[in-house]
T-cell receptor
């Protein structure tokens, strides 16, 4: 069955640094992968989608890469701010294309 | 204001009782989903529906039931058969499109506690 792993449960960095979050998947080659942000006690909010034929996607301070050979996506936040502190979830579409499978998330804490 | 709403925000239930969680969207999305989130866990799919009057089981459907009588509404019933119902429940919706899988829009969630 498809498996998705986010390697770090928690990541602590200083303001201004670049945060890099990792998402690995196995047993499957998804057509695309998505990243979401979730604040405590709230529903996730969509950030970015990257397709298998896209190596990299950017949105403001966010950058996502998708390496289908390594079966890995990296999510970068440059010039991080305390307001970026949240849990970040990666999700890939299931093989049937009918639903998303979510990773457990990485909780990012940015200290000033 | 377009969006997806869930009610109530907090729900307390006595063991052995069924309870229904509400989810409504006015985004005109075809697909709707229910997830369960436990501390330290990712979102786990309970049920999803891509069209009115049709729905499919997700990974953890046992002890839950749903209906999709209207495009806008996708209520979830947590039955007494669900062994560990205390959790944070999230409803989501999305468009359905050819060659793409559109982003999911989530509601604010319902926190269910079984006493």
């Amino acid at each position: 069955s498809q498996k998705i792993e986010q390697n770090s449960e928690a990541l602590n960095i200083q303001e201004g640094k670049t945060a890099t979050l990792t998402c690995n998947y196995t047993n499957y080659s998804p057509a695309y992968l998505q990243w979401y942000r979730q604040d405590p006690g709230r529903g996730p909010v969509f950030l970015l989608l990257i397709r298998e034929n896209e190596k990299e996607k950017r949105k403001e301070r966010l950058k996502v890469t998708f390496d289908t050979t390594l079966k890995q996506s990296l999510f970068h936040i440059t010039a991080s701010q305390p307001a970026d502190s949240a849990t970040y979830l990666c999700a890939l579409v299931n093989q049937a294309g009918t639903a998303l499978i979510f990773g457990k998330g990485t909780t990012l804490s940015v200290s000033s | 204001d377009g969006g997806i709403t869930q009610s109530p925000k907090y729900l307390f239930r006595k063991e052995g009782q069924n309870v229904t969680l509400s989810c409504e969207q006015n985004l005109n999305h075809d697909a709707m989903y229910w997830y369960r989130q436990d501390p330290g866990q990712g979102l786990r799919l309970i049920y999803y529906s891509q069209i009115v009057n049709d729905f499919q089981k997700g990974d953890i459907a046992e002890g839950y039931s749903v209906s999709r009588e209207k495009k806008e509404s996708f209520p979830l019933t947590v039955t007494s058969a669900q062994k560990n119902p205390t959790a944070f429940y999230l409803c989501a919706s999305s468009k359905l499109g050819r060659d793409t899988y559109n982003e999911q829009f989530f509601g604010p969630g319902t926190r269910l506690t079984v006493l």
